[in-house]
Protein backbone atom coordinates (compact mmCIF):
# COMPACT_ATOMS: atom_id res chain seq x y z
CA UNK A 1 0.00 0.00 0.00
CA UNK A 2 1.16 3.57 -0.80
CA UNK A 3 -0.16 6.55 0.94
CA UNK A 4 0.90 9.98 -0.23
CA UNK A 5 0.16 12.79 1.84
CA UNK A 6 -0.09 16.62 0.36
CA UNK A 7 0.80 19.01 3.18
CA UNK A 8 1.40 22.62 2.82
CA UNK A 9 3.86 25.08 4.70
CA UNK A 10 2.30 27.48 7.04
CA UNK A 11 3.50 29.97 9.61
CA UNK A 12 3.80 27.55 13.18
CA UNK A 13 1.26 27.35 14.98
CA UNK A 14 2.82 30.08 18.03
CA UNK A 15 3.38 32.93 15.34
CA UNK A 16 1.69 35.78 16.18
CA UNK A 17 0.72 36.71 12.41
CA UNK A 18 0.83 40.52 11.40
CA UNK A 19 -1.01 42.47 8.22
CA UNK A 20 2.09 44.02 6.41
CA UNK A 21 2.03 47.74 5.84
CA UNK A 22 0.33 47.43 1.88
CA UNK A 23 -3.15 45.67 3.74
CA UNK A 24 -2.83 42.82 1.99
CA UNK A 25 -0.38 40.21 3.16
CA UNK A 26 1.47 39.50 5.96
CA UNK A 27 4.57 40.48 7.67
CA UNK A 28 6.77 37.06 7.02
CA UNK A 29 9.99 38.32 8.61
CA UNK A 30 11.01 36.58 11.03
CA UNK A 31 8.25 33.76 10.58
CA UNK A 32 9.17 29.96 11.86
CA UNK A 33 7.57 27.78 8.81
CA UNK A 34 6.26 24.30 9.80
CA UNK A 35 3.65 21.55 8.63
CA UNK A 36 -0.09 22.97 8.86
CA UNK A 37 -1.13 21.35 11.77
CA UNK A 38 -3.56 18.75 10.27
CA UNK A 39 -1.70 18.29 7.73
CA UNK A 40 0.67 16.30 10.57
CA UNK A 41 -2.28 14.79 11.92
CA UNK A 42 -2.68 13.40 7.98
CA UNK A 43 1.41 12.29 8.62
CA UNK A 44 0.58 10.41 11.53
CA UNK A 45 -2.68 8.86 10.13
CA UNK A 46 -0.36 7.29 7.59
CA UNK A 47 2.74 6.40 10.08
CA UNK A 48 0.59 4.33 11.42
CA UNK A 49 -0.33 2.23 9.00
CA UNK A 50 3.09 1.69 8.09
CA UNK A 51 4.01 0.70 11.79
CA UNK A 52 1.20 -2.01 11.58
CA UNK A 53 2.14 -3.08 7.73
CA UNK A 54 5.70 -2.97 7.02
CA UNK A 55 5.05 -2.89 3.27
CA UNK A 56 3.50 0.55 3.55
CA UNK A 57 4.89 3.17 2.00
CA UNK A 58 4.44 6.37 3.05
CA UNK A 59 5.52 9.80 0.43
CA UNK A 60 4.73 13.71 1.09
CA UNK A 61 4.16 16.01 -1.45
CA UNK A 62 4.01 19.49 -1.55
CA UNK A 63 3.93 22.65 -4.10
CA UNK A 64 5.98 25.43 -3.25
CA UNK A 65 8.81 27.65 -3.01
CA UNK A 66 12.87 26.65 -2.12
CA UNK A 67 11.86 26.84 1.89
CA UNK A 68 8.81 23.62 1.41
CA UNK A 69 12.19 21.91 1.46
CA UNK A 70 12.25 21.86 5.62
CA UNK A 71 8.55 21.10 5.65
CA UNK A 72 8.90 17.90 3.29
CA UNK A 73 12.34 17.23 5.29
CA UNK A 74 10.64 17.82 8.70
CA UNK A 75 7.83 15.14 7.33
CA UNK A 76 10.61 12.72 6.74
CA UNK A 77 12.31 12.95 10.06
CA UNK A 78 8.91 11.84 11.36
CA UNK A 79 9.46 8.51 9.53
CA UNK A 80 8.07 8.90 5.73
CA UNK A 81 9.68 7.41 3.02
CA UNK A 82 10.26 9.75 0.32
CA UNK A 83 9.59 13.51 -0.78
CA UNK A 84 8.63 15.20 -3.96
CA UNK A 85 8.65 19.01 -4.25
CA UNK A 86 6.48 21.03 -7.00
CA UNK A 87 8.69 23.86 -8.13
CA UNK A 88 9.00 26.94 -10.07
CA UNK A 89 7.94 30.62 -10.77
CA UNK A 90 4.35 31.09 -9.47
CA UNK A 91 4.68 28.18 -7.48
CA UNK A 92 3.35 29.55 -4.22
CA UNK A 93 1.32 32.31 -5.51
CA UNK A 94 -0.89 29.54 -7.03
CA UNK A 95 -4.83 29.13 -6.26
CA UNK A 96 -6.22 25.75 -4.50
CA UNK A 97 -7.51 24.47 -8.22
CA UNK A 98 -4.20 25.49 -9.23
CA UNK A 99 -2.44 23.66 -6.52
CA UNK A 100 -4.90 20.79 -6.82
CA UNK A 101 -3.76 20.37 -10.43
CA UNK A 102 -0.20 20.53 -9.67
CA UNK A 103 -0.68 17.81 -7.25
CA UNK A 104 -2.92 15.80 -9.98
CA UNK A 105 -0.45 15.38 -12.55
CA UNK A 106 2.27 14.42 -9.91
CA UNK A 107 -0.62 11.82 -8.83
CA UNK A 108 -1.07 10.43 -12.10
CA UNK A 109 2.73 9.07 -12.26
CA UNK A 110 3.24 8.07 -8.12
CA UNK A 111 -0.03 6.09 -8.31
CA UNK A 112 -0.71 6.08 -4.55
CA UNK A 113 -3.95 3.72 -3.23
CA UNK A 114 -4.65 6.86 -1.22
CA UNK A 115 -3.88 10.74 -1.00
CA UNK A 116 -3.99 12.24 2.61
CA UNK A 117 -5.03 16.09 3.06
CA UNK A 118 -5.04 18.71 5.83
CA UNK A 119 -8.58 19.05 6.78
CA UNK A 120 -7.64 22.68 5.84
CA UNK A 121 -4.63 24.66 5.75
CA UNK A 122 -3.56 26.74 8.65
CA UNK A 123 -3.07 30.20 6.62
CA UNK A 124 -5.95 30.03 4.05
CA UNK A 125 -8.03 28.29 6.27
CA UNK A 126 -9.77 27.14 3.33
CA UNK A 127 -10.48 23.41 3.38
CA UNK A 128 -10.45 23.43 -0.70
CA UNK A 129 -7.15 21.80 -2.11
CA UNK A 130 -8.94 17.99 -1.25
CA UNK A 131 -12.08 18.15 -2.26
CA UNK A 132 -10.60 20.05 -5.59
CA UNK A 133 -8.02 17.48 -5.95
CA UNK A 134 -10.63 13.93 -5.46
CA UNK A 135 -11.88 16.09 -8.12
CA UNK A 136 -9.47 16.55 -10.78
CA UNK A 137 -8.38 12.95 -10.16
CA UNK A 138 -11.92 11.39 -10.36
CA UNK A 139 -11.86 9.45 -7.29
CA UNK A 140 -14.16 9.91 -4.11
CA UNK A 141 -13.07 11.73 -1.20
CA UNK A 142 -13.89 11.69 2.49
CA UNK A 143 -14.04 14.84 4.93
CA UNK A 144 -12.96 15.11 8.84
CA UNK A 145 -11.11 11.80 8.90
CA UNK A 146 -9.95 10.65 12.09
CA UNK A 147 -8.69 7.17 11.62
CA UNK A 148 -8.30 4.65 8.94
CA UNK A 149 -7.97 0.42 8.94
CA UNK A 150 -7.32 -1.66 5.83
CA UNK A 151 -10.32 -3.85 5.72
CA UNK A 152 -11.70 -6.92 3.43
CA UNK A 153 -11.21 -5.40 -0.29
CA UNK A 154 -10.58 -1.76 0.60
CA UNK A 155 -10.33 0.61 3.45
CA UNK A 156 -12.69 1.83 6.37
CA UNK A 157 -12.45 5.31 7.17
CA UNK A 158 -13.68 7.47 10.20
CA UNK A 159 -15.44 10.79 9.74
CA UNK A 160 -16.25 13.03 12.41
CA UNK A 161 -20.06 14.13 12.16
CA UNK A 162 -22.09 15.51 14.92
CA UNK A 163 -22.58 12.84 17.83
CA UNK A 164 -20.37 10.15 16.75
CA UNK A 165 -18.68 8.67 13.43
CA UNK A 166 -19.53 7.39 10.50
CA UNK A 167 -17.53 4.59 8.66
CA UNK A 168 -17.12 4.81 5.30
CA UNK A 169 -15.75 1.98 2.67
CA UNK A 170 -13.50 3.50 0.03
CA UNK A 171 -13.27 -0.34 -2.32
CA UNK A 172 -10.15 1.34 -4.61
CA UNK A 173 -8.12 4.92 -4.56
CA UNK A 174 -9.75 8.08 -2.69
CA UNK A 175 -8.31 11.47 -0.99
CA UNK A 176 -9.14 11.74 2.54
CA UNK A 177 -9.04 15.27 4.26
CA UNK A 178 -7.75 14.56 7.71
CA UNK A 179 -9.32 15.89 11.11
CA UNK A 180 -6.98 16.21 14.51
CA UNK A 181 -7.71 12.76 16.26
CA UNK A 182 -6.60 11.42 19.31
CA UNK A 183 -2.74 10.56 18.52
CA UNK A 184 -0.61 13.09 18.42
CA UNK A 185 1.45 13.35 15.82
CA UNK A 186 4.53 11.78 16.76
CA UNK A 187 8.23 14.20 16.65
CA UNK A 188 10.65 13.55 14.27
CA UNK A 189 13.37 11.01 16.21
CA UNK A 190 17.16 11.74 15.89
CA UNK A 191 17.89 9.13 13.67
CA UNK A 192 15.17 9.94 11.39
CA UNK A 193 16.60 13.32 11.38
CA UNK A 194 20.00 12.38 10.51
CA UNK A 195 18.50 10.16 7.62
CA UNK A 196 15.92 12.91 6.32
CA UNK A 197 19.09 15.19 5.92
CA UNK A 198 20.88 13.07 3.53
CA UNK A 199 17.73 12.25 1.30
CA UNK A 200 17.57 13.50 -1.93
CA UNK A 201 14.05 15.72 -2.70
CA UNK A 202 13.10 15.15 -6.04
CA UNK A 203 11.68 18.19 -7.95
CA UNK A 204 8.68 18.19 -10.61
CA UNK A 205 8.54 21.81 -12.29
CA UNK A 206 5.36 23.20 -11.97
CA UNK A 207 4.88 24.92 -15.59
CA UNK A 208 1.79 24.25 -17.27
CA UNK A 209 -0.31 23.88 -14.47
CA UNK A 210 -3.90 25.65 -15.17
CA UNK A 211 -5.58 28.21 -12.41
CA UNK A 212 -8.74 29.22 -13.65
CA UNK A 213 -9.63 31.65 -11.02
CA UNK A 214 -8.10 33.78 -8.91
CA UNK A 215 -9.57 34.88 -5.68
CA UNK A 216 -7.74 38.66 -4.47
CA UNK A 217 -7.44 40.01 -1.52
CA UNK A 218 -8.92 43.38 -1.03
CA UNK A 219 -7.87 43.70 2.63
CA UNK A 220 -6.46 42.14 5.80
CA UNK A 221 -6.46 43.66 9.31
CA UNK A 222 -6.48 42.56 12.76
CA UNK A 223 -9.45 40.52 14.18
CA UNK A 224 -10.59 43.51 16.34
CA UNK A 225 -9.06 44.51 19.25
CA UNK A 226 -10.42 43.49 22.73
CA UNK A 227 -9.84 43.41 26.41
CA UNK A 228 -10.50 46.38 28.36
CA UNK A 229 -13.55 43.97 30.20
CA UNK A 230 -14.30 44.55 33.97
CA UNK A 231 -12.33 42.39 35.80
CA UNK A 232 -13.49 41.45 39.27
CA UNK A 233 -9.65 40.33 40.89
CA UNK A 234 -10.36 40.72 45.03
CA UNK A 235 -13.20 39.90 47.16
CA UNK A 236 -16.36 36.99 47.38
CA UNK A 237 -16.25 35.03 43.95
CA UNK A 238 -19.77 33.75 45.14
CA UNK A 239 -21.16 37.57 45.21
CA UNK A 240 -19.00 38.02 41.35
CA UNK A 241 -21.08 35.17 40.46
CA UNK A 242 -23.89 36.89 41.26
CA UNK A 243 -23.36 40.39 39.82
CA UNK A 244 -22.26 38.63 36.61
CA UNK A 245 -25.04 36.99 35.78
CA UNK A 246 -27.25 40.26 36.12
CA UNK A 247 -24.73 41.99 34.07
CA UNK A 248 -25.15 39.62 31.30
CA UNK A 249 -28.31 39.90 31.89
CA UNK A 250 -29.33 43.71 31.78
CA UNK A 251 -25.77 45.20 30.43
CA UNK A 252 -24.56 42.56 27.69
CA UNK A 253 -27.71 41.33 27.10
CA UNK A 254 -26.86 37.83 26.58
CA UNK A 255 -29.31 35.66 28.92
CA UNK B 1 -28.90 37.51 -9.70
CA UNK B 2 -29.60 33.71 -9.34
CA UNK B 3 -28.70 32.43 -5.96
CA UNK B 4 -28.82 29.18 -4.29
CA UNK B 5 -28.97 27.70 -0.69
CA UNK B 6 -28.05 24.62 -0.27
CA UNK B 7 -30.69 23.19 2.47
CA UNK B 8 -29.13 21.20 5.16
CA UNK B 9 -31.82 19.66 7.81
CA UNK B 10 -31.82 17.67 11.22
CA UNK B 11 -34.64 15.72 12.27
CA UNK B 12 -36.51 16.58 8.96
CA UNK B 13 -36.62 20.58 9.88
CA UNK B 14 -34.06 23.14 8.37
CA UNK B 15 -31.50 24.03 10.13
CA UNK B 16 -31.12 27.41 11.39
CA UNK B 17 -27.63 28.22 9.00
CA UNK B 18 -29.99 27.40 6.16
CA UNK B 19 -32.90 29.46 7.14
CA UNK B 20 -30.74 32.38 7.97
CA UNK B 21 -28.84 32.03 4.66
CA UNK B 22 -32.34 31.80 2.62
CA UNK B 23 -33.27 34.99 3.76
CA UNK B 24 -30.23 36.70 3.23
CA UNK B 25 -30.11 34.83 -0.47
CA UNK B 26 -33.88 36.65 -1.14
CA UNK B 27 -31.82 39.87 -0.23
CA UNK B 28 -29.42 39.08 -2.78
CA UNK B 29 -31.33 38.13 -5.74
CA UNK B 30 -33.58 35.12 -7.00
CA UNK B 31 -33.31 32.36 -4.41
CA UNK B 32 -33.48 28.93 -4.36
CA UNK B 33 -33.35 26.68 -1.17
CA UNK B 34 -32.12 23.42 -2.76
CA UNK B 35 -31.43 20.08 -1.05
CA UNK B 36 -29.97 16.78 -1.77
CA UNK B 37 -31.94 13.68 -1.46
CA UNK B 38 -31.36 11.07 0.36
CA UNK B 39 -29.36 9.33 3.72
CA UNK B 40 -25.53 9.39 3.99
CA UNK B 41 -24.71 10.47 0.49
CA UNK B 42 -21.09 11.28 -0.17
CA UNK B 43 -20.01 14.70 -1.27
CA UNK B 44 -19.05 14.27 -4.76
CA UNK B 45 -22.41 12.24 -5.28
CA UNK B 46 -24.17 15.19 -3.60
CA UNK B 47 -21.76 17.66 -5.57
CA UNK B 48 -22.60 15.79 -9.04
CA UNK B 49 -26.28 15.92 -8.47
CA UNK B 50 -26.13 19.93 -8.03
CA UNK B 51 -23.98 20.61 -10.78
CA UNK B 52 -26.28 18.89 -13.02
CA UNK B 53 -29.12 21.19 -11.95
CA UNK B 54 -26.87 23.87 -12.16
CA UNK B 55 -26.21 23.12 -15.59
CA UNK B 56 -29.77 24.83 -16.00
CA UNK B 57 -30.30 26.80 -13.31
CA UNK B 58 -26.91 28.14 -13.72
CA UNK B 59 -26.62 30.36 -10.31
CA UNK B 60 -24.69 32.68 -10.06
CA UNK B 61 -24.04 32.55 -6.21
CA UNK B 62 -24.11 29.12 -4.22
CA UNK B 63 -24.29 29.55 -0.72
CA UNK B 64 -24.14 26.41 2.38
CA UNK B 65 -24.13 26.58 5.54
CA UNK B 66 -20.15 26.30 7.14
CA UNK B 67 -21.12 23.49 9.23
CA UNK B 68 -18.47 19.93 8.15
CA UNK B 69 -21.05 18.55 5.94
CA UNK B 70 -22.03 22.12 3.98
CA UNK B 71 -18.43 22.75 3.68
CA UNK B 72 -17.92 19.19 2.47
CA UNK B 73 -20.21 19.18 -0.38
CA UNK B 74 -19.62 23.12 -1.21
CA UNK B 75 -16.07 22.69 -1.59
CA UNK B 76 -16.48 19.02 -4.07
CA UNK B 77 -19.51 21.42 -5.85
CA UNK B 78 -16.97 24.68 -6.03
CA UNK B 79 -14.38 22.18 -7.99
CA UNK B 80 -17.23 20.26 -10.32
CA UNK B 81 -18.13 23.70 -11.54
CA UNK B 82 -14.64 25.08 -11.61
CA UNK B 83 -15.61 28.05 -9.81
CA UNK B 84 -13.86 30.12 -6.88
CA UNK B 85 -14.47 28.69 -3.43
CA UNK B 86 -14.70 30.53 -0.09
CA UNK B 87 -15.06 29.34 2.86
CA UNK B 88 -16.70 30.03 6.34
CA UNK B 89 -17.55 33.48 5.29
CA UNK B 90 -18.98 35.81 8.16
CA UNK B 91 -20.47 38.64 5.18
CA UNK B 92 -21.20 38.19 1.55
CA UNK B 93 -21.88 41.05 -0.79
CA UNK B 94 -22.28 41.32 -4.66
CA UNK B 95 -21.66 43.76 -6.77
CA UNK B 96 -22.28 42.46 -10.32
CA UNK B 97 -19.91 40.42 -11.61
CA UNK B 98 -17.86 39.33 -8.63
CA UNK B 99 -18.35 38.51 -4.94
CA UNK B 100 -17.09 39.67 -1.68
CA UNK B 101 -16.58 38.37 1.43
CA UNK B 102 -15.04 38.35 4.97
CA UNK B 103 -13.64 35.96 6.08
CA UNK B 104 -10.45 34.53 8.73
CA UNK B 105 -7.72 33.59 7.97
CA UNK B 106 -4.05 32.25 9.75
CA UNK B 107 -6.03 29.67 11.79
CA UNK B 108 -8.41 33.22 12.45
CA UNK B 109 -5.79 35.28 13.54
CA UNK B 110 -6.51 37.90 10.62
CA UNK B 111 -9.64 38.83 9.30
CA UNK B 112 -9.82 38.80 5.27
CA UNK B 113 -12.02 40.89 2.57
CA UNK B 114 -11.75 38.76 -0.27
CA UNK B 115 -13.43 39.09 -4.17
CA UNK B 116 -13.89 36.25 -6.34
CA UNK B 117 -15.44 36.32 -10.10
CA UNK B 118 -19.31 35.18 -9.64
CA UNK B 119 -19.89 32.65 -10.43
CA UNK B 120 -19.27 31.38 -6.95
CA UNK B 121 -19.46 29.25 -4.14
CA UNK B 122 -19.44 30.35 -0.79
CA UNK B 123 -19.81 28.93 2.90
CA UNK B 124 -20.93 30.61 5.41
CA UNK B 125 -20.99 30.50 9.40
CA UNK B 126 -23.99 30.32 11.25
CA UNK B 127 -24.94 33.11 12.88
CA UNK B 128 -23.46 35.48 10.33
CA UNK B 129 -27.09 36.48 9.27
CA UNK B 130 -30.04 37.00 11.61
CA UNK B 131 -33.40 35.54 10.60
CA UNK B 132 -36.70 37.45 9.80
CA UNK B 133 -38.80 37.34 12.05
CA UNK B 134 -41.99 35.85 11.15
CA UNK B 135 -40.67 35.27 7.85
CA UNK B 136 -42.61 31.96 5.96
CA UNK B 137 -40.48 28.67 6.07
CA UNK B 138 -38.73 28.50 2.86
CA UNK B 139 -39.69 26.22 0.10
CA UNK B 140 -37.46 23.87 -0.63
CA UNK B 141 -36.63 22.23 -4.06
CA UNK B 142 -34.62 18.82 -4.82
CA UNK B 143 -32.53 16.91 -6.43
CA UNK B 144 -31.70 13.08 -6.25
CA UNK B 145 -27.98 12.11 -6.16
CA UNK B 146 -26.93 8.95 -7.40
CA UNK B 147 -24.42 6.29 -6.39
CA UNK B 148 -20.27 7.34 -5.68
CA UNK B 149 -18.47 5.25 -7.21
CA UNK B 150 -15.74 3.75 -4.88
CA UNK B 151 -17.68 4.92 -1.46
CA UNK B 152 -20.21 3.04 0.58
CA UNK B 153 -21.29 3.83 3.64
CA UNK B 154 -20.75 1.42 6.43
CA UNK B 155 -22.15 1.75 9.85
CA UNK B 156 -22.35 4.97 12.32
CA UNK B 157 -20.50 4.51 15.38
CA UNK B 158 -21.99 7.62 18.41
CA UNK B 159 -19.83 9.08 20.98
CA UNK B 160 -21.12 8.44 24.13
CA UNK B 161 -21.34 11.68 26.15
CA UNK B 162 -22.88 14.02 23.34
CA UNK B 163 -26.17 13.24 23.04
CA UNK B 164 -29.69 15.75 23.30
CA UNK B 165 -27.29 19.47 22.80
CA UNK B 166 -27.31 22.06 20.43
CA UNK B 167 -24.11 22.11 18.11
CA UNK B 168 -20.91 23.92 19.13
CA UNK B 169 -20.56 25.48 15.49
CA UNK B 170 -24.53 26.62 15.76
CA UNK B 171 -24.67 27.54 19.48
CA UNK B 172 -25.91 31.21 20.93
CA UNK B 173 -24.28 30.12 23.96
CA UNK B 174 -20.85 27.97 25.15
CA UNK B 175 -19.52 26.66 28.32
CA UNK B 176 -16.35 25.91 27.42
CA UNK B 177 -13.71 24.61 30.37
CA UNK B 178 -9.96 23.49 30.76
CA UNK B 179 -7.50 22.14 32.84
CA UNK B 180 -8.29 24.12 35.34
CA UNK B 181 -11.18 22.13 35.72
CA UNK B 182 -8.41 19.05 37.17
CA UNK B 183 -10.21 16.05 35.43
CA UNK B 184 -13.96 14.50 33.67
CA UNK B 185 -15.67 14.41 37.48
CA UNK B 186 -16.10 18.40 37.04
CA UNK B 187 -18.32 18.38 33.85
CA UNK B 188 -21.15 16.96 35.91
CA UNK B 189 -21.02 20.74 37.13
CA UNK B 190 -19.95 22.41 33.66
CA UNK B 191 -23.23 20.77 32.41
CA UNK B 192 -25.60 21.50 34.87
CA UNK B 193 -24.56 25.37 34.36
CA UNK B 194 -24.84 24.45 30.27
CA UNK B 195 -28.49 23.41 31.12
CA UNK B 196 -29.43 26.30 32.94
CA UNK B 197 -28.07 28.23 30.09
CA UNK B 198 -29.35 26.30 26.93
CA UNK B 199 -25.64 26.52 25.89
CA UNK B 200 -23.44 24.22 24.06
CA UNK B 201 -20.27 22.72 25.81
CA UNK B 202 -16.71 23.61 24.65
CA UNK B 203 -13.13 22.56 25.93
CA UNK B 204 -9.36 23.17 25.39
CA UNK B 205 -7.52 21.01 24.06
CA UNK B 206 -5.57 20.31 27.35
CA UNK B 207 -8.97 18.66 27.83
CA UNK B 208 -9.51 16.60 24.68
CA UNK B 209 -6.38 15.50 24.79
CA UNK B 210 -6.10 14.23 27.89
CA UNK B 211 -9.70 12.32 27.00
CA UNK B 212 -11.98 14.44 29.58
CA UNK B 213 -14.19 15.47 26.91
CA UNK B 214 -14.73 13.91 23.12
CA UNK B 215 -12.49 15.76 20.33
CA UNK B 216 -15.13 17.09 18.92
CA UNK B 217 -15.85 19.88 21.27
CA UNK B 218 -12.66 21.57 20.80
CA UNK B 219 -12.29 24.96 20.49
CA UNK B 220 -9.37 26.52 18.49
CA UNK B 221 -6.86 26.48 15.95
CA UNK B 222 -7.18 22.60 15.63
CA UNK B 223 -10.77 22.10 17.01
CA UNK B 224 -13.80 24.69 16.12
CA UNK B 225 -13.95 27.83 15.33
CA UNK B 226 -16.99 29.66 17.13
CA UNK B 227 -19.09 32.93 17.34
CA UNK B 228 -21.23 32.41 19.44
CA UNK B 229 -23.16 35.28 21.61
CA UNK B 230 -21.71 34.38 25.15
CA UNK B 231 -18.81 32.53 25.11
CA UNK B 232 -17.43 31.03 29.10
CA UNK B 233 -14.20 30.02 29.20
CA UNK B 234 -13.50 27.97 32.71
CA UNK B 235 -9.93 27.32 33.53
CA UNK B 236 -8.70 28.18 30.67
CA UNK B 237 -5.81 30.12 30.43
CA UNK B 238 -5.92 31.52 27.01
CA UNK B 239 -3.10 30.49 24.59
CA UNK B 240 -2.99 31.54 21.15
CA UNK B 241 -4.19 28.73 19.21
CA UNK B 242 -7.43 28.43 21.82
CA UNK B 243 -8.18 32.18 21.37
CA UNK B 244 -7.93 31.30 17.47
CA UNK B 245 -11.20 30.13 17.74
CA UNK B 246 -13.36 31.99 19.90
CA UNK B 247 -12.45 35.41 19.95
CA UNK B 248 -14.88 36.44 17.43
CA UNK B 249 -17.42 35.59 20.00
CA UNK B 250 -19.86 38.71 20.83
CA UNK B 251 -19.46 38.62 24.98
CA UNK B 252 -16.80 36.88 26.38
CA UNK B 253 -16.39 35.14 30.09
CA UNK B 254 -13.32 34.38 31.85
CA UNK B 255 -13.37 32.33 35.23
CA UNK B 256 -9.46 31.98 35.89
CA UNK B 257 -7.63 31.80 39.36
CA UNK B 258 -4.42 33.51 38.15
CA UNK B 259 -5.07 37.19 37.17
CA UNK B 260 -2.07 37.18 34.43
CA UNK B 261 -3.56 34.66 32.75
CA UNK B 262 -3.82 35.38 28.67
CA UNK B 263 -7.65 34.97 28.43
CA UNK B 264 -8.24 37.96 30.55
CA UNK B 265 -7.01 40.56 27.92
CA UNK B 266 -9.49 39.04 25.43
CA UNK B 267 -12.64 38.94 28.27
CA UNK B 268 -15.75 41.54 28.43
CA UNK B 269 -16.38 40.27 32.39
CA UNK B 270 -13.27 38.00 34.40
CA UNK B 271 -13.84 36.61 37.83
CA UNK B 272 -10.14 35.71 39.05
CA UNK B 273 -10.94 33.37 41.47
CA UNK B 274 -11.61 29.07 42.08
CA UNK B 275 -13.70 28.12 39.32
CA UNK B 276 -15.22 25.73 42.11
CA UNK B 277 -16.48 27.92 44.15
CA UNK B 278 -17.58 30.20 40.92
CA UNK B 279 -19.77 27.24 39.30
CA UNK B 280 -22.58 26.75 42.07
CA UNK B 281 -22.93 30.14 42.80
CA UNK B 282 -23.36 31.11 38.91
CA UNK B 283 -25.41 28.80 38.02
CA UNK B 284 -27.78 29.56 40.80
CA UNK B 285 -27.35 33.58 39.93
CA UNK B 286 -28.18 32.49 35.99
CA UNK B 287 -31.14 30.52 37.05
CA UNK B 288 -32.68 33.27 39.56
CA UNK B 289 -31.82 36.06 36.67
CA UNK B 290 -33.23 34.19 34.12
CA UNK B 291 -36.50 33.95 36.34
CA UNK B 292 -36.14 38.02 36.65
CA UNK B 293 -35.34 38.23 39.76
C1 LIG C 1 -0.43 23.13 16.61
C2 LIG C 1 -1.20 23.39 17.86
C3 LIG C 1 -2.57 23.49 17.80
C4 LIG C 1 -3.32 23.73 18.97
N1 LIG C 1 -4.68 23.84 18.87
C5 LIG C 1 -5.40 24.12 19.99
C6 LIG C 1 -6.82 24.26 19.92
O1 LIG C 1 -7.44 24.10 18.87
N2 LIG C 1 -7.50 24.56 21.06
C7 LIG C 1 -6.87 24.72 22.27
O2 LIG C 1 -7.55 24.98 23.27
N3 LIG C 1 -5.54 24.57 22.35
C8 LIG C 1 -4.79 24.26 21.26
N4 LIG C 1 -3.44 24.07 21.38
C9 LIG C 1 -2.87 23.95 22.75
C10 LIG C 1 -2.63 25.27 23.42
O3 LIG C 1 -1.34 25.72 23.08
C11 LIG C 1 -2.70 25.10 24.97
O4 LIG C 1 -1.81 24.09 25.37
C12 LIG C 1 -4.09 24.73 25.50
O5 LIG C 1 -5.06 25.59 24.95
C13 LIG C 1 -4.11 24.83 27.02
O6 LIG C 1 -5.34 24.42 27.53
P1 LIG C 1 -5.86 25.00 28.93
O7 LIG C 1 -6.00 26.46 28.84
O8 LIG C 1 -7.07 24.21 29.29
O9 LIG C 1 -4.73 24.52 29.94
P2 LIG C 1 -3.59 25.40 30.73
O10 LIG C 1 -2.87 26.21 29.77
O11 LIG C 1 -2.93 24.40 31.54
O12 LIG C 1 -4.50 26.36 31.60
C14 LIG C 1 -5.25 25.99 32.70
C15 LIG C 1 -5.71 27.26 33.36
O13 LIG C 1 -6.57 26.95 34.45
C16 LIG C 1 -6.32 27.85 35.51
N5 LIG C 1 -6.76 27.18 36.75
C17 LIG C 1 -6.20 26.12 37.36
N6 LIG C 1 -6.93 25.78 38.45
C18 LIG C 1 -7.97 26.63 38.51
C19 LIG C 1 -9.06 26.79 39.41
N7 LIG C 1 -9.24 25.97 40.44
N8 LIG C 1 -9.92 27.80 39.19
C20 LIG C 1 -9.77 28.65 38.11
N9 LIG C 1 -8.75 28.53 37.25
C21 LIG C 1 -7.86 27.54 37.44
C22 LIG C 1 -4.84 28.12 35.44
O14 LIG C 1 -4.54 29.37 36.04
C23 LIG C 1 -4.59 28.11 33.94
O15 LIG C 1 -4.67 29.41 33.40
C24 LIG C 1 -2.67 23.85 20.22
C25 LIG C 1 -1.28 23.75 20.28
C26 LIG C 1 -0.55 23.53 19.13
C27 LIG C 1 0.93 23.43 19.23
N1 LIG D 1 0.80 23.98 -1.67
C1 LIG D 1 0.34 22.78 -1.27
N2 LIG D 1 1.08 21.67 -1.45
C2 LIG D 1 0.62 20.46 -1.04
N3 LIG D 1 -0.54 20.28 -0.43
C3 LIG D 1 -1.32 21.35 -0.20
C4 LIG D 1 -0.92 22.65 -0.62
N4 LIG D 1 -1.90 23.53 -0.28
C5 LIG D 1 -2.86 22.79 0.34
N5 LIG D 1 -2.51 21.49 0.38
C6 LIG D 1 -3.28 20.38 1.00
O1 LIG D 1 -4.64 20.71 1.03
C7 LIG D 1 -5.10 20.85 2.38
C8 LIG D 1 -6.14 21.94 2.46
O2 LIG D 1 -5.58 23.17 2.11
P1 LIG D 1 -6.47 24.46 1.86
O3 LIG D 1 -7.48 24.12 0.84
O4 LIG D 1 -5.49 25.49 1.43
O5 LIG D 1 -7.09 24.78 3.19
C9 LIG D 1 -3.84 21.08 3.18
O6 LIG D 1 -4.01 20.69 4.52
C10 LIG D 1 -2.85 20.20 2.44
O7 LIG D 1 -3.02 18.83 2.77
Known sequence: MRLLICIKQVPDSTTRVKVAPDGTSIVTDGITWSISPYDEYAIELALEQKDNAADTVVSVISVGGPRTKDALRQALAMGCDDATLVTGEGADTLGPLGIANALKSAIDELKPDLVLCGKQASDDDQGFVGPAL??????????????????????????????????????????????????????????????????????????????????????LEPPPARGGGKIFKDGDVKAHAAALATLLRDEAKVL | ????????????????????????????????????????????????????????????????????????????????????????CT??????????????????????????????????????????????????????????????????????????????????????????????????????LADVLGAALGA????????????????????????????????ISGAIQHLAGMTSSKVIVAVNKDPDADIFKVADYGIVGDVFEFLPAFTDAVKQAKAGA
Open chain 2, 91 to 192: DVTIDGTSVEASRGMYAGKVRARVRAPLPAVCSVRPNAFPLVDGAAEPQVASVAAGDAPGLTFVRFEPTASSGGRVTLSEARVIVSGGRGLKGPEAWAQVEA
Open chain 2, 1 to 88: MKIWVLAEKKDGQLRRVSRELAAKAALLGDATVIEVMGERVSAAAAADALAERAKTDAPDLVLAGATPSGRDIAARLAATLRRAYLSE
Open chain 1, 134 to 219: AEALGWPHVAVVTKVAPSAAGTEIWKEVEGGHEVWKASGAAVLTVQKSEKEPRYPSLPGIMKAKKKEIPERPVTGVEDPVTIEIVK
Open chain 2, 204 to 235: SRAVTDAGWRPNEEQVGQTGKTVTPDLYIALG
